[in-house]
């Protein structure tokens, strides 16, 4: 189209044609103007919508003091940070990047936590610390998703505002109004989580370096995108219908017209047909390049795993097992020594490792994890492998269920006092044995769980048993 508008203005030119001014429309003017980020938007959206009728809800209390303007400071740095996403690249460091940046929310969350109020409010202050755990999704990656992390967060907060609403029920609407706000804060965040930041914080792949950005400087680069007008560009805004307009004005009445005189392209010269077009040939693979050169050409670079993590986040109660390998600990053995049996771990993308968990705890999850060993002592619920490949798992002590899912590879060990209690749940799962000791011999059995199944319509429905092939 370029091609053709420069040739019809080359025309324009050589007959004397003024090119007419075409008015600027309202939508040519608004395309000028700075754009805002569509996650922007929608977050001003999420504050106006929820957060503003909290942090009113909370003043309109009188005792929670600056806790309102505290939260709204904590909401409007999440902004900063969100549009640093929208304007730049992701940095190779993300948390490292963003640890000054979350200072303020930090500072203004101590705040919170140290605000000396009366007794008849800890159930409030207790239910917007669970609402605030929700704040880390900043700095998340997933899995689990921060849409799912922050949703999380109801159940505790919601604890806490029940003996609220308990306390409260029709006699004080300002206490309910309190519960009901807190609440859609963390469900409305949840749902822009679940569209615009489904991985975690979303980075503008075209953006400038993070390291280089200010608000102005995003303003300025956008305000250049829409700068000043090329010749090219005034031509397509006036559109190819003005020069055809003219063109045709010029027309004589004979018939002949800017166009006439040109030279003809007879059929022999239209390259496009199909009977002109050659075959394309494909090039004979070189002899010459040796074997050991083409593997190495061919060969993909093995993915490296991201830095170890094994931590404890006290929101939550929760372990954070990531990426340990057989080299990232002494001795190949990552350690957990668990306090209090409320906290649960989650295991994520370990390779070749082993790890140990000391002490009754309350749930397991092991998540994409391949050759890995884990040993635990007891556990309160479960202990759930998801998406692993060969991995094995021994409980010296007390485990009542096992949830084995999208697995390839598994070996549990059972304790003595385990065998008779534990029960196992899979699905698209291969290779799954159980190892426990034999309480009359002494020594170790090993049975594989069946894969394979018979199902047959008996009176109206499905009846399953054991293929024979593991009896």
């Known amino acids: 189209l370029d091609s053709v508008l420069g040739r019809l203005s ?57 806790i309102g303007a505290n939260i709204n400071t904590i909401w409007l740095e999440m902004r900063k940070i969100i549009e640093i996403g929208t304007a730049c690249k992701k940095p190779k460091d993300v948390q490292a990047f963003l640890t000054p940046k979350i200072k303020p929310i930090q500072n203004a969350m101590a705040k919170i936590r140290q605000a000396r109020l009366d007794r008849k409010y800890d159930w409030h202050i207790k239910g917007i610390l669970e609402m605030l755990a929700s704040v880390s999704w900043i700095m998340m990656s997933a899995p689990p998703a921060p849409s799912t992390f922050v949703k999380d967060t109801i159940g505790s907060c919601d604890f806490w505002c029940n003996r609220i609403r308990k306390e409260y029920k029709g006699k004080d609407e300002k206490q309910i109004k309190f519960c009901d706000t807190i609440k859609a804060v963390i469900l409305d965040l949840s749902s822009y989580l679940k569209e615009y930041h489904l991985s975690g914080l979303m980075w503008n792949p075209r953006g400038m370096g993070a390291e280089e950005f200010t608000p102005a400087s995003s303003e300025l680069k956008k305000e250049s995108k829409s700068g000043p007008e090329t010749k090219s560009t005034v031509i397509e805004k006036e559109g190819a219908g003005n020069i055809m307009a003219e063109l045709a004005k010029k027309r004589s009445k004979d018939g002949s017209s800017a166009a006439t005189g040109l030279k003809k392209v007879s059929r022999d010269q239209q390259t496009w047909r199909k009977e002109y077009k050659k075959p394309v040939s494909s090039a004979p693979a070189s002899t010459n390049v040796k074997p050991s050169l083409q593997k190495k050409e061919t060969a993909t670079p093995k993915k490296k795993l991201a830095t170890p993590v094994c931590e404890y986040q006290t929101r939550g109660f929760k372990w954070v097992i990531e990426n340990q390998t057989k080299t990232s600990n002494a001795n190949g053995l990552c350690t957990v020594d668990v306090k209090d049996q409320k906290e649960q771990a989650y295991i994520y993308k370990c390779e070749n490792a082993t790890i140990k968990i000391n002490g009754k705890i309350k749930s397991i999850i092991m998540d994409t994890c391949t050759k890995t060993n884990l040993i635990f002592e007891s556990t309160i619920s479960a202990c759930e492998i998801v998406n692993c490949k060969s991995v094995q798992i021994q409980s010296t002590g007390l485990c009542p269920s096992y949830s084995i899912d999208k697995t390839d590879g598994c070996l549990i060990y059972l304790s003595k006092e385990a065998s008779s209690i534990s029960s196992f749940v899979t699905s698209k799962s291969t290779e799954m044995n159980i190892s426990w000791p034999d309480e009359k011999s002494g020594e170790q059995k090993e049975c594989p769980i069946p894969e394979q199944f018979v199902h047959k319509l008996v009176d109206g429905s499905i009846t399953s048993d054991v293929s024979d092939l593991y009896h």
Do not use: M
């Open 10 to 66: 080359t025309l324009e030119s050589k007959l004397g044609v003024t090119p007419t001014e075409v008015p600027r429309t309202a939508s040519q003017d608004v395309g000028n103007e700075v754009a805002v980020a569509p996650a922007l938007t929608a977050y001003d959206e999420h504050i106006s919508r929820t957060v503003t009728p909290f942090v009113s809800a909370c003043d309109a209390l009188g005792g929670l003091k600056d």
